[in-house]
């Protein structure tokens, strides 16, 4: 497969069909319209993160944001989420201007920021206390996902007692413990060992297949984003624009890249050259 046959620039195709643009945004999980954001540097100045970003985020894809460091990828998120307003341009949350924090999320990032002196069933149990829901509705719940990653016999463990990727697992767990449609993660894996990231690449992809939810995964690595991603959005430096958006067209399970062959590399070869050729500009 040649990459740029593969690459398709979304934000291009979107804006030639003014007529898709209003269907998507009614039937999209998220929709951001020539999104623009700039903070402010120390002096007042400001910086802009991201330019004229246009995105259509569907329902239950897996949809993995790659680009160099400083693209704009986790100000994306914060503003798909509402974390951040927009200095420019529109975002729509199931065709609903996004106006405050969305409620319907999971957030992972690079450090779990697990709770010390709670054990691993009481950190995954943290947002069900803090929505006030019925602990004892959600307990059984939470050692079930904790089971689906590998934890049954962490439960009462305290956060000091795992290993780095297992206080992951449980952050992840956290994530998923009130069931939100939208799994936002900013780089999870980033602080990991490479043996344990592929392992908890893997288990992701697993979960995900099981238990279908719409997730925007930010990365550094080019084949962890191909063995996830339904889409890959391609960020040129800053300020952060889609540079192109890459359909992934892999049969699932996707345990391994290397059992899924030439077109698995064919995919991380291409993608590499996209970000080198940044570089080189
Ligand atoms: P990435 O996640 O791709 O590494 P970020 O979204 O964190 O990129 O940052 C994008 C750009 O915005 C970077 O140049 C960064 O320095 C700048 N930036 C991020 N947060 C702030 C902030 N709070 N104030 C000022 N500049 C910021």
Redesign the pocket.
Known sequence: MNGNDAARVESAAWRADGRGASVDAREAVLHLRDVALA???VKGEP?L?LKGVDLTVRDNEFLVVL??????????LKVMVGLLRPSEGRVLHRGAEVRDTLQDVGMVYQNPLLLPWRSVLDNVLLPVEILRWDRRQYEPIARRILDTVGLTGFVDKMPRQLSGGMQQRVGICRALITDPSLLLMDEPFAALDALTRDEMARELAHLWERRKKTVVF?THSIPEAVLLADRILV?SP?P?RIDRVIDIDLPRPRANGRKLGAAFEDYVDSIRDIIFSFKDA
């Open positions: 903070y402010e540097d910086v993160a680009g160099p460091s400083g693209c704009g990828k986790s100000t994306l930010v960020m800053r952060g």
